[in-house]
């Protein structure tokens, strides 16, 4: 386990180092490509260093790595908001850049690799994932995760929470399977009207072509997800830069294992089977908001 910076360092390193053996050049040819000693490149290579956006961008010139895609995904893991320049890649950091001074960088770590990620597979077992969570709602967890915050905190982090809900939309939207257990949905977080207002949003986001819901009733009983929730980013075409996300009230850990992404991979599957089906799951969710 380890934390995001260090994970992203190692995974940029790796991508790389496998994009520098696609242009058939050693790391001291690299270096001199670039103008560096071999031992930056090695440094890099290896996630013992981080790396600024403009030498990622020097590096995909010299392999002659124009893909936008790819190298906009390499800038989401050069740093929270950082783009690689070049074709493509955009003029602009990204939108989270904004907070860098007022959000754990943990924080920040998770919402780069959100923005860059082609899935989230997640499960929860207290509260609504934030990507579907209404205003009111965020606002009710915050406050409740922070104990006795500034209002304006709150508000913050609420803007926040919605901003990041963009990646739901546009062109190539991410694609969200959720299993929820039934507890996520009997909480009355914010009261009951609060909670109504998100039931009803949950059944309306589950509407969307990119957006499945799973709900673990109680009657399912004890299943593999019990131990806590957690995220499992993928990526698009490089399966290498997948993660799993375990959420901890002060930190995030960060697995990046193959053996890690299987395990999880493989109970994520076994939870989703397991769960109600994403259409008995919106009939499941509107139900109980009707008092059923």
Same mark, same amino acid.
């Given at each position: ?44 290579? =290896? ?58 960088? $943990? ?12 899935? !989230? ?23 409740? $995760? ?58 309306? =986001? ?39 996300? !375990?959420?901890? !009230? ?19 599957? =076994? ?22």
């Amino acid at each position: 386990m380890r934390y995001g910076p260090a994970v992203r360092r190692r995974k940029l390193g790796a991508e790389l180092r496998r994009q520098r053996e696609l242009a058939g050049l050693t790391s001291l040819e690299a270096a001199r490509a670039v103008g560096w000693h071999q031992s930056k490149v090695s440094r890099i290579e =290896t996630g013992a260093s981080g790396v600024k956006p403009a030498d990622v961008a020097r590096l995909l010139d010299a392999y002659g790595v124009t893909d936008p895609e790819l190298r906009a995904l390499l800038g989401a893991l050069c740093g929270a908001g950082s783009p690689v320049p070049g074709e493509g890649a955009g003029a602009r950091r990204g939108w989270w850049y904004a907070y860098r001074d007022r959000l754990p960088p $943990a924080y920040l770590d998770f919402i780069s690799l959100e923005s860059e990620a082609s899935r !989230l597979s997640t499960l929860e077992t207290t509260v609504v994932p934030g990507l579907l969570q209404t205003p009111a709602y965020a606002r009710a967890v915050t406050r409740a $995760a922070l104990g006795d915050p500034a209002p304006e905190q709150v508000e913050e982090l609420v803007r926040v929470r919605m901003a990041r809900q963009a990646v739901l939309r546009g062109e190539r939207p991410l694609e969200v399977c959720a299993v929820l257990d039934e507890a996520v949905l009997r909480h009355e977080v914010g009261g009951p009207e609060v909670m109504a207002g998100q039931l009803r949003h949950l059944v309306e =986001t589950g509407s969307l072509r990119h957006v499945r819901l799973h709900v673990l009733p109680f009657s399912s009983g004890g299943h593999i997800g019990i131990t806590g929730p957690f995220v499992i980013f993928s990526f698009p075409r490089i399966a290498d830069l997948d993660v799993v996300v !375990l959420d901890h !009230l002060t930190s995030s850990l960060y697995l990046e294992r193959k053996e890690d992404l299987r395990a999880y991979g493989a109970a994520f599957t =076994t939870l989703r089977e397991h769960a109600l089906s994403h259409e008995n799951s919106l009939e499941f969710i509107a139900g109980i908001n009707d008092g059923a």
